[in-house]
DNA sequence: CGCATACTTTGATCAGGATCAAAGCAAGAT
DNA sequence: ATCTTGCTTTGATCCTGATCAAAGTATGCG
């Protein structure tokens, strides 16, 4: 299912699949558009947008990872969402952001002006219905992940966490997560634990645990096999047959 | 408040304000509608639909109060979401209901059956968009919601549901929460307790702690005043002046 | 090379919330 | 009136994960 052949009017990464946007698509088409449309890099660790300040772009992530969190007054944070390539940032309507966001890894971000994106949203309506798919998902997921953190243990956290990273990266090379697969872990030990409300020590030890057990094998401290993906599963312990949304 | 003056152009309830659609609306131009828009009522405690249900309509909540929740092999339960009045459920475009709807008190939805509901988007740009603005509130809601489940307090967490149920009260009042306000708690502490990610007995003991240090003045088990919204606000760890989304 | 920095692991102890258990309370049913 | 049912409160104890502390590891740099 790895379909190398590029298609040009869905270059995969791009979520607005519209020839009328993405550059990467019909890049010869799209020169006049160049004032609306734009890429930009971010260096691993760099912040890209504050909670509360005014955002003037929406953006795509094309390449690396971005963090969505949130901070309480006393330093408590959470992290609400984990942007991977294809993942949509922004809000059209909104004038400010809600969360921060920071980039883990260096990051390539597919940007696009508020405004003019807003103006081709009302001039193109598969472009909104296509966003409201994409939102709806994300509130899904939003909403499978208040489960993990309302009610799974530390170590099913940790499992869930592993799936999750696992079947996005399977999915971002075309292909189904298998026994045996491999993946980097692009997380820190603290950046996890903001993300399954833990503490970076809980993290280490559960990883440790999953280690020792045999559901995971590491090589290095961030490369990461799964020998029995069934075993990982029913680490996490959601329904073994259960329909994802990730 | 009462809103008694009644804008046959909005009644306030529906979020698909468009006169194409709300029969409460526009009565008399609908009748033509009636084979895709219905009103359904459900009993307290009553399910609406259970997750991995086929859902052959989208509805908005008229009156009552429904959850939104997961519940995993082993019976621990999340609830994902709480439907107020004029809250949307439904998916244009998927087939399953992710997760299962509760009738918490009696209930009336006001449903559209999917399939013409969805040609009424499509002929309809606003809706789409209106339904973009709505799921993009709901998913804010939902990362906000993150937070409390997974750094804050059982206290805070208290707190932080008094203050969402204060602020939905209020607005469906068309009012400002205020110091002395009450209103119903419309949930068991159980429905509680799968809100917030705890067991019912800390439930109990974290509302009883609020209310013995003078936070809240319970008449009954259910009618909650608060005498004084910033220190109950003080008490959910938030930021003051924190932008809120609900 | 030694040192600094950032991240991770491991250990010891503590505490918040879960669990188990029982009793209280209110409303409706018989 | 008494019983039943469902919900809530309160108490005693336990356990998971937090906290505090220190050591281990890798990488880059002067």
């Known amino acids: 299912m790895n379909d190398t052949s590029f298609n040009p009017r869905d270059c995969g990464t791009c979520p607005i699949r519209h020839r009328a946007v993405c550059s990467r698509c019909e890049p010869d088409e799209l020169e006049h ?27 795509s992530v094309v390449t690396g990872i971005a963090t969505l969190s949130q901070t309480m007054e006393d330093g408590r944070t959470q992290m609400v ?9 922004g ?38 219905g296509r966003l409201l798919q994409m939102t709806l998902d994300e509130l899904d997921s939003a909403r499978e992940w208040m489960l993990v953190l309302g ?17 996005r990266d399977a999915a971002l090379h075309k292909r189904l997560p298998k026994d045996g697969m491999e993946f980097d872990l692009p997380l820190t030990r603290e ?22 057990a045999g559901v995971i094998i590491l090589q290095g401290k961030r490369q990461v096999q799964i020998p029995d993906l069934q075993r990982l599963v029913s680490e996490t312990g959601d329904d073994v047959d259960g329909g994802h949304i990730f």
Chains 1, 2 share one sequence.
């Open 33 to 59: 558009l160049d004032d609306i449309k734009y890429y930009r890099t971010y260096e691993a660790g760099q912040p890209v947008i504050w909670a509360g300040d005014p955002m003037e772009f929406v953006a």
């Open 81 to 89: 969402g984990l942007l991977l390539p294809s993942d949509f940032i």
């Open 91 to 128: 809000r059209p309507g909104r004038e400010q952001a809600p969360f921060d966001v920071v980039a883990v890894t260096d990051l390539t971000l597919c940007c696009f002006r508020k405004k003019p994106f807003e103006d081709l949203m009302g001039s193109t309506p598969s472009i909104g």
């Open 151 to 167: 009610r799974k243990t530390a170590r099913e956290k940790i499992a869930s966490l592993l799936m999750i990273i696992a079947r």
């Open 191 to 212: 950046a996890m634990a903001d993300y399954l409300g833990l503490t970076l020590e809980t993290v280490s030890r559960q990883i440790s645990a999953l280690k020792k």
